[in-house]
């Protein structure tokens, strides 16, 4: 109640200073109080996803939970489902309660019967990300503790390739068929077509608290190898109730082409059992057959990501694009080009873009209908939470400190990092395995001595009028000529030229140069030549000097991780040299006013400073 009343008080405050925003404001801020009350009352009751999930069966069993291909599953049909995959794992004798058991397998209906069957356990479920292999899996799936292991049949060969780790690990693999080619191997589908489907009494999740693991999640790091993000189950609610926050009504159906073993797939399948909503899931995103799909399954809120928007809006155009029921998109990374290309091909779609990340404990919604933001910066979101975007200095790779050690906040403005308070209330949960990395994002002493904040890697932008923007990753920015450059900013001027489909931008080192200089990694659109002058007068007339990109690489295709973001690392190391690059390399000229074909000769003249970059 007094949080009520200063959240009032603090609102009538914010009224004089920002009118024109002030009941959306008090609206959001107060739908998050409620979420917050109503996971504290979980908290005490020790209320997990399993018991929500056993509620929602029991009011509308027959209602379809989840739609695939041609198949439908009701509630009901999940739970005993559920229940046959959990006493499989239970029958196996090596998994009990507090076991963390790993999952290897893409977007189908056995990962969410896996999943729900191991919370009902209270059992962890690593999602191993179905796409990494030999010494990346065993590295994941090593951090996540697991003694059992799950995995897809189409999976088979990726984990024959690692077996023998595993078996000297005294790893038990099950494969998702009715029977195996090999020995060491157990099938699962066999054994859970004879398993009972009656309910799991409750006690064999006692020992689960909302601070215990639920799952154990990837994050798709660009470099390096993935880390293991402890998912509680607190965080199971909080990111369950991003469909609450972002207005999905429990009459809705989501579309989710998102990995399941993504925070994305989790907010969407799980999110959904709050509200008791169906989900029609698909294994992969496919840009033809998105709105089929929607057209077909009645789907009214999709999930996405900005590249899908992106990939939905170069599809070619067709008579029936707004003939559909979605009414709402919920997601996040969506550029406004994209946004204003969506909103005249598909119709009036909702935009919810929100900004979360999968171990932070800070996450923003832009619920003001402000293009381009992702949520507000008030007086009475920071009374909620605890966070700041502070100066950090891109080329370092860390926070600006003042004279006295302290870290200083970004002025209005200017893209700094985003930092939220690490408290007992507000925990960070930290890598599964890994000490080192767990500290990394821990940052300590930020505005008083022993205080400690969790680091998101993410720049974010605070306007004058308390609008934030996603800037960029921290590692998606580069310096060059005292400048911050952010790649994704590069990357979206380049693509509104018609003959380049996607762009990859990242800054590459240049001898006797501070900083890294701009290099764009680019496909074509099909049919299309690379229109070099067109292309150089285009960056000229929208990029400022720093920014411009003075190499370009052209490939067939950019490779791009899991989530579609595209990979860096290797682009980085590979630089402009026309010796270790095949695909072919232009150079731009300010003289001759175009990009020109990179020879051996240029880029020695380049090497030794020749020519002045
Ligand atoms: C979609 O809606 C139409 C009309 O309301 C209905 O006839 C159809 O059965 C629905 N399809 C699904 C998959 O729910
Ligand atoms: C941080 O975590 C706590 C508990 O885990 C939760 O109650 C709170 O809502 C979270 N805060 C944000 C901003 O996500
Ligand atoms: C924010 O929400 C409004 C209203 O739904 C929408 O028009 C706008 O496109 C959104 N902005 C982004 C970046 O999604």
Redesign the pocket.
Known sequence: MFTLVVLAAVGFLAFLFQRSYFFQDVQHVLIRWKIKKRILTFMQKNYTIADQFADTVKAHPHKPYLRYKDETFTYLDADELSNRAARVLQQSGRVKGGDTVALFLGNEPQFLWLFLGLLKLGCPAALLNCNIRAKSFLHCFKCSGAKTLVAAEELQDAVEEVLPSLLEQQVTVFILADRCRIADVKSFKDKMSKASSEPLPKDLRSHVTMRSAAGYIYTSGTTGLPKAAMVTHTKMWMYSFMQYMTGVKSNDVIYTTLPLYHTAGIIGAFGAIERGITVVLRTKFSSSQFWDDCRKYNVTVIQYIGEIMRYLCNTPKKPNDKVHKVRL?IGNG?R?DV?RDF?STFGNV????FYGATEGNISTV?????????GRDTFMHRLLFKYAVIKYDVDEDKPVRDSSGFCVEASRGEPGLLVSEITMKTPFMGYAGDVQQTEKKRLHNVFRTGDMYFNTGDLLRVDEDNFIYFQDRVGDTFRWKGENVATTEVADVITMMECIKEANVYGVEVPGQEGRVGMAAISLSDGKHFDSTGVFKHVKKFLPTYARPRFMRIQSTLDVTGTFKHMKTKLVQDGFNPNQITAPLYLMDEEVKDYIPLTQDLFDSVMSGKIKI
């Open positions: 998109a969506m406004p946004w909103i909702e935009i919810r873009e832009n619920y003001s209908g402000k293009m381009g933001a992702v």
